[in-house]
């Protein structure tokens, strides 16, 4: 006998469609449990998925330094320069604020994993009551592919299972991803307190970021593996542009030694040998480029007054494929901030007093025909810049000792960089990237992923293009090299994306040696080789990893998540320890001793004072500076991570990174002035503070004054430093150390 339930149930299923519904009291109690935990979870899940769409929406929309009570701070600090008070005042808001961020950041994380969870009850439930409400067959009207209602039913079906799907991934989204927290629109970007200036450009070009931004511009032409490489035909004979082409394939991502590729090289095949170890001298009385006198600013030579372009290899030339030794290396300046890439200069005697207004301690100073913010490199008697604009790239070599511009080259425009003028903002410009140096040839990248390389002597050796690169800023990561391998670091859009990738590149000849995908988003971080005998490593940063590479083959050998949001800031190593972060992460310092993912053993020490948002950090064996934008320098212990002093630089902004010189510390500040410029805005000087640090505080022992803008960092010399302006190239020493 059929109990009233089961009876009622049954009769029920078949009416409703065609089928006998056999569900008895146990089982319908199951069912109406696993039915209502689908609603109730299902119901949670879309109030969590509306929640987080409302916070992305706020988060996009709203800069978290931009409280009135954090600007009348600044602003009552602008008119009372010093105020102890006030400074610490400011300092506790900003660590509140940066503590009100990471907990909206971890909001959103915890509603992510809820969201997650929700939507896998919901189907989970969903199942288990269908599963317990499975009717038997029984006959009934055959339904055709022409039954017009069971085929609309069937779409209705998909549309909501779609609108779902579309729904969740979206919500899901909006908790796990992080918007820019900076403005793309250059407008935006001119509004804040700073910007790249110098290598890394910054992370991303400004120095207070505001969340929100757009993720980037429209894709430019993606370069293949096996982009040709242009022929090394003289300047003046190369066509300025080239029209516009289509865009190439991406790089296989399972691919990370491409195929071979077509090429014309510009010098014959090189035989194995040896770098001259001589150092010419330079002349014992240096011979200024341009008068010292105040109001008399050097001319910008024309091409047609420069030395005539040499033509083909040069057969005097020794041109074999070796690179420098250490000692090489170390010597000079081949490098952004300096042959280890930390700031730190082993050379003796840098100055301590200038004034380029009055010709105090000024050697020379040279006029850079076209603007750039990248910084100087140094190889022997000779002074390297880049400079580039919208339609115009090119290659400047200075004399070190008179300053006098002994070569001016173009680099000839490729296919894939000439598809557009790239985005750039202010800040970043098109000649961000510090050029590098082997010692036989110097090579420099541009915003629109040219990269050339010449030789010493200004003859172009080979031309490369990678496609404009997909960076809302500009590209700004400088170049490294290592032996005969040049690595250029081209992070992309964001991490899902999966556009980043990082390629090593012969020297000789521009091709493609290997390279790797990288699930990072886009950044303007240098890389970095730590240069040690047996285990060289190539570090890079971005969010959310830094790895380190195999520099001679790509292989990944440890990465540790720790970075977030844009990052621009260089990593720095000294003493075992690899120093990382930026403003919207931590401080980090790392052990580089690991395999595989060691996120969770490699962190020696963690910090949250005084994260930099421009400026890379200056590590040496004992101290690590931290120097934030809107004047802030933070002395940690570098091996524990004690704050030992923090020091407050009123109305200066600071672009350039710190460096370091016979145990002093030199900080390059951007101060207006009371003049004006044609156009009405304030005239800016460059003040440089010279400070003697301790375990207490920073000594003031000198002080030198740059009369413009610099945002390039310095490049020291036995009793030299070069310094890079808005517009020109200065010599700082004395005549007696115009000699190394």
């Given at each position: 006998m059929v109990s009233s339930g089961s009876a009622s149930a049954s009769v029920a299923g078949a009416a409703e469609g065609g089928a006998v519904l056999t569900i008895g009291p146990e089982k319908r109690a199951l069912y109406l449990l696993a039915r209502n935990t689908a609603w109730v979870a299902g119901a949670f899940s879309a109030v969590v998925a509306v929640v987080l769409l409302v916070h992305l929406a706020w988060r996009m929309?709203?800069?978290?330094?931009?409280?009135?009570?954090?600007?009348?701070?600044?602003?009552?600090?602008?008119?009372?320069?010093?105020?102890?008070?006030?400074?610490?005042?400011?300092?506790?808001?900003?660590?509140?604020?940066?503590r009100r961020y990471f907990q909206h950041r971890r909001f959103a994380a915890v509603g992510a994993m809820l969201l997650l969870c929700g939507a896998a009850l919901t189907a989970a439930s969903a199942k288990w009551a269908a599963t317990l409400r499975r009717r038997l067959p029984q006959p009934g009207p055959y339904l055709g592919p022409s039954d017009r209602e069971h085929t609309e039913r069937e779409w209705a079906r998909m549309a909501v299972v779609g609108l779902l799907g579309v729904f969740l991934g979206a919500a899901l989204m909006a908790g796990l991803a992080f918007p820019r927290l900076l403005p793309p629109e250059e407008d935006l970007v001119a509004q804040t307190s700073g910007g790249f200036g110098e290598q890394p450009a910054q992370p991303a070009a400004s120095p207070t970021p505001s969340p929100g931004a757009s993720t980037g511009f429209s894709p430019g032409a993606k370069p293949s593996p096996t982009s040709p490489i242009l022929p090394a035909t003289p300047p003046e004979k190369a066509a300025p542009t080239s029209p516009p082409g289509k865009a190439r394939p991406s790089i296989p991502p399972e691919k990370t030694v491409p195929p071979p590729e077509k090429t014309v090289s510009a010098t014959p095949p090189e035989t194995p040998g040896a770098i001259p170890e001589k150092n010419p001298p330079l002349p014992e009385k240096s011979v200024p480029g341009t008068p010292k006198q105040k109001g008399k600013e050097p001319p910008v030579p024309e091409a047609a007054s420069l030395a005539p372009v040499p033509q083909g290899p040069d057969p005097?030339?020794?041109?074999?494929p070796e690179f420098a030794s250490l000692d090489q290396w170390q010597r000079y300046w081949p490098r952004f901030r300096g042959p280890e890439g930390n700031g730190v200069s082993r050379h003796p005697g840098a100055p301590t007093h200038w004034n380029t207004q009055t010709g105090q301690g000024v050697l020379w100073k040279a006029a850079v025909p076209l603007p750039g913010h990248n910084s100087p490199i140094i190889w022997k008697d000779r002074v390297f810049l880049s400079g580039a604009e919208a339609q115009r790239r090119e290659v400047y070599c200075f004399d070190a000792a008179s300053g006098k511009l002994l070569w001016q080259r173009a680099v000839p425009a490729t296919p894939e960089g000439s598809v557009k003028v790239p985005k750039v903002s202010r800040e970043t410009?098109?000649?961000?990237?510090?050029?590098?140096?082997?010692?036989?040839?110097?090579?420099?990248?541009?915003?629109?992923?040219?990269?050339?390389?010449?030789?010493?002597?200004?003859?172009?050796?080979?031309?490369r293009g990678l496609?404009?690169?997909?960076?809302h800023y500009g590209h700004a990561a400088s170049l490294e090299i290592w032996q005969n391998l040049?690595?250029?670091?081209?992070?992309?859009?964001?991490v899902q994306e999966k556009k980043s990738r990082i390629l090593a590149l012969d020297t000789l000849t521009g091709k493609t040696v290997w390279q790797q995908p990288r699930e990072v988003a886009a950044s303007w971080a240098t890389p970095l080789v730590i240069r040690r005998e047996k285990d060289a490593q190539l570090i890079t940063a971005a969010d959310p990893w830094v790895i380190a590479y195999r520099p001679q083959?790509?292989?990944?050998?440890?990465?540790?998540?720790?970075?977030?949001?844009?990052?621009?800031?260089?990593?720095?190593y000294a003493d075992g320890l690899l120093h990382v972060g930026s403003e919207y992460s931590q401080w980090f310092a790392l052990r580089t001793d690991g395999q595989g993912d060691v996120s969770q053993t490699h962190i020696a020490w963690k910090g949250e004072?005084?994260?930099?948002?421009?400026?890379?950090?200056?590590?040496?064996?004992?101290?690590l500076f931290l120097l934030m934008t809107y004047g802030t320098l933070t002395c940690y212990e570098a091996r524990r991570g004690k704050v030992l002093w923090t020091k407050d630089f009123e109305q200066a902004q600071f672009i350039a990174s710190p460096s370091w010189a016979e145990g002093r510390v030199y900080l390059l500040g951007q101060v207006e002035t009371d003049q004006k410029d044609p156009q009405g805005n304030p005239i800016v000087h460059t003040k440089v503070w010279v400070l003697e640090p301790t375990d207490t505080e920073a000594k003031e022992v000198g002080q030198g004054l740059v009369d413009e803008g610099c945002v390039a960092s310095p490049a020291f010399q036995p009793g030299r430093i070069y310094i890079r302006g808005k517009s020109r190239l200065f010599c700082i020493g004395s005549e007696k150390s115009a000699s190394p």
């Open positions: 929309t709203k800069d978290p330094f931009d409280t009135p009570e954090f600007q009348t701070l600044k602003a009552r600090l602008s008119q009372q320069p010093g105020d102890p008070e006030l400074q610490s005042q400011l300092r506790l808001l900003d660590q509140q604020l940066r005097q030339a020794d041109r074999t410009g098109f000649a961000a990237p510090t050029m590098t140096t082997d010692g036989r040839r110097v090579f420099a990248i541009f915003a629109n992923g040219d990269v050339a390389a010449f030789d010493m002597e200004g003859r172009l050796v080979w031309v496609g404009i690169p997909e960076n040049l690595f250029v670091q081209l992070d992309q859009g964001m083959d790509g292989q990944e050998i440890w990465r540790i998540k720790c970075l977030s949001g844009e990052h621009g800031v260089s990593p720095a004072e005084g994260l930099p948002d421009v400026c890379s950090p200056l590590v040496t064996e004992k101290y």
